[in-house]
């Protein structure tokens, strides 16, 4: 039996690089060679336990690689192809993806995300695509690995927050936590033409690279109130949007207070413990605000959409990789991330 190298969970605390069977290809998968991957603050919540997942599942879910077997059912595509797939991999056939629902394919919250969360992922040398035919985006030819290491995940989950939202021209949009989610919902929120945008950090290096992304005011929470900032910045009126990028109470406070009435607060951030809603940053739940969650779309056409952005030259997240690591030293990886030293933001792991 062929084995390959792949980081495995076996219990709250412990990720570990351990050997695995290089899965069989079934009528609808395909099965990539993993050229370039990455960690997640997801990741992160499994490894604490914040996240329950099966011991011996690996983990990953950020998938770039050349494809290196094909079930009969799939057309289209050759061996040896660059390929990406989105960390959610809708099956395109159920009512939740024809109702275009993709992230809960099946009818499950978080349905559609399967990789490291309720099948093996791709932080291995090799990884099972299911559903190929929907979910294999090709890479175009003058992209480089590393240039594509955003869009499975956090480029998808950074845009959808600005998406979500229904950011229009002209308006004024906060964006609490700039880590590589909000660095990339920031991003969105400049595509999608708003012409304000107030970032919150307490790191000034990703504050720095946030006015690259289009951000016009950045707010360190160090120096000063940032609720108390923002509305000086709107004269009182409050934002359009608030994103929230964190996934904590704090700041999921933080964006509720600065809501402008009928404003937006559009929520990323993974949250662990309880969660709850002070009456009176909502008027009582008579304001008209809407909160909104976004799990990142997936599929192949979000894929391509995301490549032709980047391939535009439009944004550019190269600078989101600070660190670089093979996978066989992935455990120093996790150490290095989990812990946030050295002004980590991504990690581009290789095999």
Not at 81 to 104: E, K, N
Not at 218 to 231: H, L, Q, S
Not at 256 to 282: F, H, Q, R
Not at 327 to 337: P, R, S, V
Request: glycine residues 12%; negative net charge; contains cysteine.
């Amino acid at each position: 039996m062929k084995t390959m190298k792949a980081a495995i969970f076996t219990q709250p605390g412990t990720i570990i690089l351990d050997e695995k069977p290089i899965p069989k290809v079934g009528p609808g998968d395909a099965l990539i060679k993993v050229t370039m991957t990455t960690i997640c603050g997801t990741d992160v919540h499994i490894l604490k336990g914040e996240y329950p997942v099966k011991p011996g599942l690996t983990i990953g879910h950020e998938p770039v690689g050349k494809i290196v077997e094909l079930g009969e059912a799939v057309s289209g595509y050759e061996v040896g192809q660059r390929v990406i797939a989105g960390a959610i991999t809708p099956c395109g056939q159920c009512f939740s993806c024809l109702d275009g629902h993709h992230s809960q394919c099946g009818g499950e919250a978080m349905g559609g995300w399967r990789f490291g969360n309720t099948i093996d992922g791709c932080q291995a040398e090799y990884l099972l695509v299911p559903n190929a035919q929907a979910n294999l985006s090709l890479i175009p030819d003058d992209l480089s690995d590393e240039q594509v290491l955003m869009c499975p995940d956090i480029m998808s989950t950074g845009f959808g927050g600005a998406e979500s939202a229904n950011i229009k021209i002209g308006d004024t949009v906060a964006v609490f936590a700039q880590g590589p989610i909000g660095l990339c919902a920031t991003a969105g929120a400049s595509l999608r033409g708003a012409t304000k945008i107030i970032v919150v950090d307490g790191i000034n290096e990703r504050l720095a690279v946030s006015k690259k992304l289009g951000a016009h005011h950045t707010i360190n929470f160090n120096d000063e109130d940032p609720v108390k900032a923002i509305m000086r910045l709107t004269q009182g009126r409050g934002v359009d949007v608030a994103i929230e990028a964190l996934g904590t109470q704090l700041t999921f406070e933080s964006c509720l207070n600065v809501l402008k009435p009928a404003g937006t607060l559009s929520s990323l951030g993974v949250y662990s413990g309880k969660l709850t809603m002070p009456l009176e940053s909502i008027a009582a739940g008579l304001g008209d605000h809407k909160i909104i969650t976004t799990l990142c779309p997936g599929g192949k056409e979000r894929m391509r959409r995301l490549m032709s952005v980047i391939a535009s030259g439009r944004i550019d997240l190269k600078p989101m990789v600070t660190h670089r690591f093979k996978l066989d030293d992935i455990e120093a990886a996790y150490d290095l991330f989990a812990n946030q030293r050295d002004g980590v933001m991504k990690i581009a792991i290789t095999p």
